[in-house]
């Protein structure tokens, strides 16, 4: 699976913004749409995997799952899409823009 | 706590060098595709079956992705077609870094179209952008009507999606209907192609597809 590559692109952006330790990272936040087939335990290993015996072997990640969104591109509904169906609710079309769901991020650091 | 905020896209580098890969493709007139099915639905067998007849008008290569042996690019060389084999080594997928590396084996200049065959894999393979124009997903009549369910991810950002084995149909249970449905559903805009490699049906409308992207 790729949450050990995910998990590995985490960790050096964690580096690139927390090179020495004058600050204690205590959690990762990363958000990730529900579209993207990332298994959120599987990334959470990962990462605790990948940062033992390193300066960040203490922190936590936390993982958000952001649900689907979609707007119709013919009667510009937006609504949450459910169990993959990308069907416009309102003129049954078939021709949605995903607004949200592709989500890979990671958003802040909490440290101390 | 204090918070720093980061914002930064996971996979930044990856669709970093895929945008320069979409440069590199765009400024030598590349039409390049990105292949993805699950293992053995006929990625190879497709083009042994139509990369001849294109190769006749225009420049073709192949990069080949796996997960070990060069198996699949013995048999693209053995239609004389330029090809060059990644081993990922366990890798489940393809990185727009490991097609940027390959592209140094080609002539780019004379080249029109190039397939980037990825690992065997409908997971992984849909979050990495390797710089291509189209995303092909193919899967076969043997694997059931309701891939395209279980792997909405991949369907969702294909572009086409084939559909091949189809002289299988009389022996296994797939409907042509179902599958087209459960597609549409997840991606109401892929172009949907239905073939066998194996006995040749639908193939010409499949190079056709191609030779218009190379015109």
Redesign the interface.
């Known amino acids: 699976m790729h949450e050990l590559s995910l998990a590995q692109n985490i960790l050096d952006i964690v580096r690139e913004y927390l090179p020495n330790q004058q600050k204690t990272l205590e959690e990762v936040h990363v958000q990730i749409g529900s579209l993207m087939a990332v298994v959120p335990d599987s990334l959470i290993f990962c990462y605790e995997t990948l940062v033992h015996n390193t300066p960040y072997a203490a922190s936590k990640m936390v993982v958000h799952i952001l649900p689907v969104k979609a707007i119709c591109n013919l009667c510009n509904t937006v609504t949450e899409v459910k169990n993959d169906i990308f069907i416009c609710p309102e003129c049954g079309a078939k021709d949605l823009k995903t607004l949200q769901g592709n989500e890979l991020i990671v958003s802040h650091l909490e440290v101390r | 706590?204090?918070?720093?905020?980061?914002?930064?896209?996971?996979?930044k580098?990856?669709d970093e060098v895929a945008a320069e890969n979409r440069r590199i493709f765009q400024e030598n007139n590349i039409f390049t595709i990105n292949l993805l099915s699950s293992p053995g639905s006929g990625k190879t067998s497709l083009l042994e079956k139509t990369l001849q007849q294109i190769a006749e008008q225009f420049k073709v290569a192949v990069v080949e992705g796996d997960v070990q042996t060069d198996n699949d690019a013995r048999r693209i060389d053995k239609v004389g077609i330029p090809v060059v084999q990644i081993v990922t080594r366990g890798?489940?997928?393809l990185?727009a870094k490991l097609v940027q590396d390959a592209l140094s084996n080609f002539d780019l200049t004379h080249l029109d179209f190039l397939v980037i065959e990825n690992v065997g894999n409908l997971?992984?393979p849909?979050?990495?952008d390797l710089g291509e124009a189209k995303k092909v997903v193919m899967l076969s009549t043997t694997e059931g009507d309701d891939k395209p369910?279980k792997?909405?991810?991949m369907f969702?950002v294909a572009n086409i999606m084939i559909i091949n084995k189809t002289d299988l149909l009389p022996y296994v249970d797939f409907s042509m209907e179902t599958v087209r449905q459960n597609a549409?559903?997840?991606?109401?805009?892929l172009k949907i192609f239905e073939l066998s490699c194996k006995t040749g049906t639908g193939l010409d409308s499949w190079i056709s597809w191609v030779r218009k992207h190379l015109a």
């Open positions: 706590m204090p918070v720093i905020t980061v914002e930064r896209q996971i996979l580098k990856n890798g489940c997928h990185e997971v992984c849909a979050g990495y369910l792997y909405p991810a969702r549409l559903q997840i991606n109401g805009n």
